[in-house]
């Protein structure tokens, strides 16, 4: 409908629709509008308006004993868990596709649950389970338990991309001879890649931003960005948090453009794949 067409009452309808999604909008952006200009400040102090720029903060994070050290730990133990967690989620969601059992629906519920059951709740699971085998206090424990909370985020992804896909791809491959492996490999792998890599891109994220089974389960030198910030706000509180925080927010929107751009690769192939 057009725009002329229109009652009062529908264009005052759409005129109070937009001023709430913006409202709602702003409030969503308003945390990192505050925080990101704040990492620039010359000050000492949370506070506008900024006494001038500078970027000691940046500085003091790069040079830093405590900050370096708990990135390359995120990043350890984010890549770690990616992996895992990218190979068990594909796997688990290609037997849920490929099989039909009763139950099914229960399996799906129990491989998504850390998504729906708070982390609090998991973190001290997983710290009463993993005591008793000595593995808290280090890497391994940390990525299995990352493992397990990224995990669905790879399943929820790769059975949206299987969701699409056409199975008579795969029987016209065994026809021609191609055995299960070749198959996978070579007819259903390039197709559901960009839902694997959007589960992995996924994966790495909820690992690199989580801080409470962190707190439980690492030990002092696998202290990760997100737990030293935590422990910075508490113990010492400086404008260095910040700077970690808008490098923070640089790495989400660069995962969201990643992810946007795997998806409308996925939607593409889907198109070519139909042809």
Known sequence: MSEANLTLAQRFARVALAT???????????????????????????????????????????????????VWNSLLVGTSATVLATLLGTLAALGLWRARFPGQGVVLALLIAPMVVPVVIIAVGVYFAFAPLGLTDGYTGLILAHATLAAPFVVITV???????????????SNLGAPPSTAFRRVMLPLILPGVLSGAVFAFAASFDEVVVALLIAGPGQRTLPRQMFSGINDNISLTITAAATMLIAVSIAFMALVGWLQARSRRLAVTAKR
């Open 159 to 173: 059975l949206a991309a299987l969701s699409g896909f056409d199975r008579s791809l795969l029987r016209a491959a």
């Open 20 to 70: 709430l999604a913006a409202l709602v909008l702003v409030f969503l952006v308003a945390p990192i509008v505050i925080i990101v200009p704040l990492s620039f400040s010359s000050g000492s102090f949370f506070y506008y308006p900024l006494p001038g720029f500078s970027l000691r903060w940046y500085e003091d994070f790069f040079g830093s004993s405590f900050w370096l050290p708990s």
